[in-house]
């Protein structure tokens, strides 16, 4: 008896291996071929018409980040959204983001601000967490990626003070949600910076100082001891990496309004000073250790690293912290593509 020919080819199909499904290509644009990663000049260039120079105006420069907010504790749920696979709760945390960067505008303004410029510097939306409808109307809103130097986003000299709110603690500490950008560790001239840090770092080689930075107990201690004695809103106790005790959405608003209009007021009282850092920079970093290799063949690939301490770790030197920034941001580029 002769078999069918379909039973001939379902037998020849079983006695096949299954190869396993193959991962797509990954994306090797390099930063400098897609526009708006690495043009930080012409960003600066194109926000400086719209900056107050008036005589008396006094201009805040706030970052808004998701982490160290009120009530935030899980990252796989409440800091991006279903869409890039988180959930439904971030919705409401984008509200909270919201409500405490207006809480510290209208505490600036209560002290004489003048002008807002908000960075939206979360990257669980791609940086699109703000509320622009919720918004205080007086702010300018820098949203969306890629952008350059993300958290730092056309930065100027014209700026009188950095706000940053809802920061999270350094990479490798206790705090809730705890990181620093794609690193597991990172300094400048042997100092250790968190992301609030390196803001304050870029911003104080222009002579404008982070005046006041919010978040779990962790980042607020550790933000201090880098920075010196700025303003700090404490959202929480930290329990665990996931997990702490709050403080409602109201107390800490309340907290951020009184703690902004204090900065503002030290700012021009000259006690809060920018935090300048000696020439040349000397910056060395790890990469997570979770990147697989492929992230960390991209990095060494960028022009000016060297190999330092393993096969995860670099140096870099410069004369510029803006060039720190970008360097950043290169990396962000092959770790966030959108």
């Given at each position: 008896m002769i078999a069918p020919a379909w039973w001939l080819l379902g037998a020849a199909l079983v006695q096949q291996p299954q190869q396993p499904p193959q991962p797509p290509p990954r994306d090797s644009t390099?930063?400098?071929?897609?526009?708006?990663?690495?043009?930080?000049?012409?960003?600066?260039?194109?926000?400086?018409?719209?900056?107050?120079?008036?005589?008396?105006g006094f201009?805040?420069?706030?970052?808004?980040?998701?982490?160290?907010?009120?009530?935030?504790?899980?990252?796989?749920?409440?800091?991006?959204?279903?869409?890039?696979?988180?959930?439904?709760?971030?919705?409401?945390?984008?509200?909270?983001?919201?409500?405490e960067i207006n809480a510290v505008i209208a505490g600036a303004r209560?002290?004489?601000?003048?002008q807002f410029v908000v960075n939206d510097g979360h990257g669980g939306t791609l940086f699109r967490n703000t509320l622009?409808?919720?918004?205080?109307?007086?702010?300018?809103?820098?949203?969306?990626?890629p952008k350059p130097i993300v958290m730092s986003t056309a930065l100027n000299p014209q700026v009188d003070a950095i706000f940053i709110v809802g920061a999270h603690a350094n990479a490798g500490t206790p705090g809730i949600i705890s990181h620093s950008f794609a690193f597991d560790s990172f300094t400048v001239n042997g100092r250790v910076l968190n992301e609030a840090g390196i803001?304050?770092?870029?911003?104080?080689?222009?002579?404008?100082?982070?005046a006041l930075a919010s978040g779990d107990?962790?980042?607020?201690?550790?933000?201090?001891?880098?920075?010196?004695?700025?303003?700090?809103?404490?959202?929480?106790l930290a329990m665990s990496r996931s997990a702490g005790a709050g403080f409602s959405?109201?107390?800490?608003?309340?907290?951020?309004?009184?703690?902004?209009?204090?900065?503002?007021?030290?700012?021009?009282?000259?006690?809060?000073?920018?935090?300048?850092?000696a020439r040349p920079y000397q910056v060395r970093f790890c990469m997570r250790a979770t990147y697989d290799p492929w992230f960390v063949g991209q990095v060494r690939a960028l022009k000016g690293l060297r190999a330092d301490r393993g096969d995860r770790c670099f140096a870099y030197t410069t004369q510029s912290a803006e060039d720190v920034g970008d360097l950043l941001n290169r990396i962000e580029w092959i770790v966030l593509k959108p």
């Amino acid at each position: 008896m002769i078999a069918p020919a379909w039973w001939l080819l379902g037998a020849a199909l079983v006695q096949q291996p299954q190869q396993p499904p193959q991962p797509p290509p990954r994306d090797s644009t390099p930063p400098e071929a897609y526009y708006g990663v690495t043009e930080w000049r012409e960003a600066r260039a194109k926000l400086g018409p719209l900056m107050d120079t008036g005589g008396g105006g006094f201009t805040v420069y706030i970052i808004g980040d998701m982490e160290g907010l009120a009530a935030a504790v899980r990252n796989a749920t409440e800091m991006r959204p279903p869409t890039r696979g988180g959930g439904r709760d971030h919705e409401r945390f984008r509200v909270e983001l919201t409500d405490e960067i207006n809480a510290v505008i209208a505490g600036a303004r209560a002290a004489g601000a003048t002008q807002f410029v908000v960075n939206d510097g979360h990257g669980g939306t791609l940086f699109r967490n703000t509320l622009p409808d919720l918004l205080d109307s007086a702010a300018i809103l820098i949203r969306g990626y890629p952008k350059p130097i993300v958290m730092s986003t056309a930065l100027n000299p014209q700026v009188d003070a950095i706000f940053i709110v809802g920061a999270h603690a350094n990479a490798g500490t206790p705090g809730i949600i705890s990181h620093s950008f794609a690193f597991d560790s990172f300094t400048v001239n042997g100092r250790v910076l968190n992301e609030a840090g390196i803001a304050a770092f870029i911003g104080g080689e222009m002579g404008v100082p982070l005046a006041l930075a919010s978040g779990d107990h962790v980042l607020t201690a550790e933000t201090r001891e880098m920075l010196g004695p700025i303003e700090t809103v404490t959202t929480k106790l930290a329990m665990s990496r996931s997990a702490g005790a709050g403080f409602s959405p109201a107390h800490v608003q309340a907290e951020l309004r009184a703690a902004a209009t204090r900065a503002v007021r030290r700012v021009k009282a000259g006690e809060l000073k920018p935090l300048r850092l000696a020439r040349p920079y000397q910056v060395r970093f790890c990469m997570r250790a979770t990147y697989d290799p492929w992230f960390v063949g991209q990095v060494r690939a960028l022009k000016g690293l060297r190999a330092d301490r393993g096969d995860r770790c670099f140096a870099y030197t410069t004369q510029s912290a803006e060039d720190v920034g970008d360097l950043l941001n290169r990396i962000e580029w092959i770790v966030l593509k959108p």
